[in-house]
């Protein structure tokens, strides 16, 4: 791993670390868990702010004006997050590390599943799976795991059949096009 890539990922676990101490003194903890979640799904579903936090050419007081139009604690034309919440993505953006969010929340969740020794697994299948596969998955997963487990399911056609698992930091590929591709490498090392 290259010294940027460490540096980046120790910058997201220090703020996730932060936002972790700062969320777990509030009250409103649930709700906030609730809204950060929200923030992800808004994140993977739009392009155009995954751009612009990524772009070089946005000031940190750029990045700060574009967290106030989109984001608020009171108004309701806007996304509405807790004050908290808002003040530490403000926060972000006034440092210009709107484009290490995504990172950071990640890091978050997985603060919050450690300290409820519950493990994240993304599960990545090319069709819905039905919920009686998903939920025999959980029961699987969580004797083997030894811990309760906390599913997230995403679809991926290209996978073309079979499932990819991602637990913590360990991949387990059983995807059809993984298996394709072992394959076609095999053939080309006969040859």
């Known amino acids: 791993m290259s010294k940027n890539i460490k540096s980046f990922k120790k910058t997201a676990q220090r703020y996730a670390k932060a ?5 777990n003194d509030d009250v409103n903890k649930a ?3 609730g809204q950060i979640q929200e923030i992800i799904l ?4 739009n392009n155009d702010f995954k751009r612009i936090t990524m772009s070089p050419l946005l000031t940190p007081s750029n990045q700060e004006n574009i967290i106030a139009d989109l984001f608020s604690y009171d108004d309701d034309r806007k996304v509405k997050i807790d004050v908290l919440l808002f003040k530490f993505i403000s926060s972000l953006a006034r440092n ?3 484009a290490i969010l995504e990172n950071i929340i990640l890091e978050y969740k997985e603060l919050v599943s ?3 020794n519950e493990e994240l697994v993304t599960i990545t299948s090319a069709l819905a799976l039905d919920e009686d596969v998903k939920e025999e998955l959980k029961n ?3 004797t083997k795991i030894g811990k309760s487990i906390i599913l997230e399911y995403k679809l991926d056609p290209s996978i073309i059949g079979g499932i990819i698992l991602q637990i913590g930091s ?3 590929d059983c995807s059809v096009k ?3 591709t072992k394959l076609n490498y095999a053939m080309k090392g006969a040859n």
């Not at 936002?19 to 969320?23: G, H, R, T, V, Y």
């Not at 808004?42 to 579903?45: G, K, P, Q, S, V």
């Open 19 to 23: 936002l972790f101490e700062l969320i």
């Open 31 to 33: 709700s906030i868990d």
């Open 42 to 45: 808004f994140i993977e579903n």
């Open 96 to 98: 210009g590390r709107l």
């Open 114 to 116: 450690k300290n409820k």
């Open 140 to 142: 699987n997963l969580t």
């Open 170 to 172: 360990k991949l387990i």
């Open 178 to 180: 993984y298996k394709l």
